[in-house]
C-alpha cells in the first residue's frame, strides 16, 4: 500500500495502537477503535477524544475505565474514538490540531461532533482545549477535575466531581463549574465513581 503512494490507515477499522506528529513533530502515542461502519462511513462520523488522568496511558478509558464502556459506546454510537497519552499530549493545544488532522486525513469525521472527554490530569487539558479551541468542539466533560472555561462561544461542559474524593475535592471541580457560563455541575456519591 505505502509502495502505491497510500495511506494504508485511511479507513481502517478495529482496535489499534498508533503513533501521530503533533506540533514540532513530537511523536505521541495514541489508541484508536473505530467501528467498521465508521470507518467506512461515506456520511461524517463523531470522533471523541478521551484523555486519561495521571498515572494512567492511552489505555485507560478503552480496556479499564467502568470495564471499557468507553468502546462500548463508541461502536454502539458509531463513533470514532481515540485516546492519546495525555503526558506529551497536554503539552499544547497544538496537539490537539495535529491529531484532529490525523483523524480528518483518515476519516469522514464530523466537524459539528468532536467531543472531548477527561479525568483528573485530563480534565484539566480538556478545559484547556474547551477554552483555546472552543469552536471546535461540540462539547466537553470532566471528570474529577479541570478548570473554569470563559472562553467565547465556549462548547457546553460538563463537571463531574466525587463525593469522597481526596485528590480533587468536590468543592474545587464544583467551583470551576459554577465559573464557566456554559458548565453543568453533577456530584456521584460514595461507591459509584469508578463504576
Request: charge should be positive.
Amino acid at each position: 500500500v505505502l509502495e502505491r503512494g497510500r495511506n494504508p490507515y485511511v479507513g481502517q477499522a478495529g482496535d489499534a495502537w498508533r503513533v501521530f506528529r503533533g506540533d514540532k513533530g513530537v511523536l505521541i502515542t495514541f489508541r484508536l477503535v473505530a467501528p467498521s461502519a465508521a470507518a467506512t462511513s461515506r456520511a461524517s462520523v463523531p470522533l471523541v477524544v478521551v484523555l486519561h488522568g495521571a498515572g494512567g496511558d492511552e489505555n485507560m478509558f478503552i480496556d479499564a475505565s467502568g470495564q471499557g464502556i468507553v468502546a462500548s459506546m463508541g461502536m454502539a454510537a458509531n463513533a470514532i474514538i481515540v485516546s492519546p497519552a495525555v503526558g506529551a499530549f497536554g503539552t499544547t493545544p497544538a496537539h490537539f490540531d495535529s491529531l484532529l488532522s490525523v483523524m480528518r486525513s483518515e476519516y469522514r469525521v464530523n466537524n459539528a461532533r468532536i467531543y472531548v472527554l477527561g479525568h483528573s490530569m485530563g480534565a484539566g487539558v480538556a478545559a484547556q482545549l474547551a477554552q483555546t479551541r472552543p469552536e471546535q468542539i461540540a462539547a466537553a466533560a470532566c471528570l474529577a477535575g479541570g478548570t473554569a472555561i470563559t472562553a467565547a462561544k465556549a462548547p457546553p461542559v460538563l463537571f463531574i466531581g466525587a463525593a469522597l474524593d481526596p485528590v480533587m475535592p468536590a468543592a474545587t471541580v464544583k467551583g470551576a463549574a459554577s465559573k464557566s457560563p456554559t458548565g453543568t455541575y453533577r456530584e456521584l456519591a460514595p461507591g459509584s465513581y469508578t463504576q
